[in-house]
């Protein structure tokens, strides 16, 4: 079966509400009628009520930066599975190396995270990806493996199917320097490897999308590649007219 292609923006800790309307009214109109891809966006908590209702009754997609695994209590500053599914959100990114790096999210709050996502109606968007320092170490397969064993555990067949993987190489997110389309390749292809040595034949449906300075010039060249499925993209997500031509990458 093809997998539908996934181009998601991260908005990371940008947009006031106001600026937020704006972007999504654009992106969602300029989006309209396109049927290669899923166009998902994820604003920050505050523009999630407001994205919301922009994108209801279109095709475009919400999705929450982070989420908890309990359903409610006392963790102060975190947000709930049932508060984003109220409001419409279809999806959560989780374990992006930015939590990672600064807010100690490890391979095992990552897999809370998932398997309470996995009993909600939304889908994870799974971030896993080495350092510059790991990767120069040669030990990039062995992270990616650690990650994916941690970050997977517990799953079922039939639960893999509803998850999206974001291979993002850390020394690629924010620096400019995008991973050739070969280098991609060969990551997403060791992934679906794993993937399925761990699970089996479903792994030829997991969507794995690249992420690490994705641009409206670098992204034909990934989108070639026959694992990678689309892109998590940061900085040029934030300017609707570069989100849309990276949408519009078949154009
Ligand atoms: C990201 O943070 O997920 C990301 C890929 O950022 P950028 O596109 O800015 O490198």
């Known amino acids: 079966m093809a997998r539908m292609p996934v181009i998601a923006g991260n908005w990371k800790m940008h947009k006031t509400v106001e600026e937020a309307r704006a972007l999504a009214q654009a992106v969602r109109d300029g989006a309209a009628g396109v049927s290669h891809c899923r166009v998902v966006m994820a604003p920050p908590f505050t523009a999630l009520f407001p994205v919301a209702e922009i994108l209801r009754n279109t095709p475009v997609i919400l999705a929450a930066q982070n989420v908890h695994w309990e359903p409610e209590g006392a963790f102060t500053g975190e ?128 969507r794995i999308l690249y992420g690490g300075s994705v641009k409206p010039e670098n992204i034909a060249a990934l989108m070639r590649q026959p694992d990678v499925d689309g892109a998590l993209v940061g900085g040029a997500c934030l300017e609707a007219d570069s989100f849309l031509s990276i949408i519009h990458y078949n154009a």
């Open 79 to 206: 947000i709930s599975l049932p508060m984003l599914e109220e409001i419409g959100c279809g999806m959560a990114i989780v374990g992006h190396s930015e939590r990672r790096q600064y807010f100690g999210e490890t391979d095992a709050t990552v897999n809370r995270r998932v398997r309470a996502i996995l009993q909600s109606s939304l889908q994870p968007v799974i971030c896993i990806g080495e350092t510059l320092e790991e990767r120069e170490a040669e030990r990039h397969y062995d992270i990616i493996t650690q990650q994916l064993a941690g970050g997977l555990d517990g799953l079922t067949r039939q639960s893999l199917l509803r998850i999206i993987l974001a291979y993002e190489p850390v020394w690629a997110i924010g620096t400019g320097r995008t991973a050739t389309p070969e280098t991609a390749q060969e990551m997403h292809a060791f992934i679906r490897n794993r993937l399925s040595g761990m699970f089996g034949e479903g792994a030829q449906e997991v």
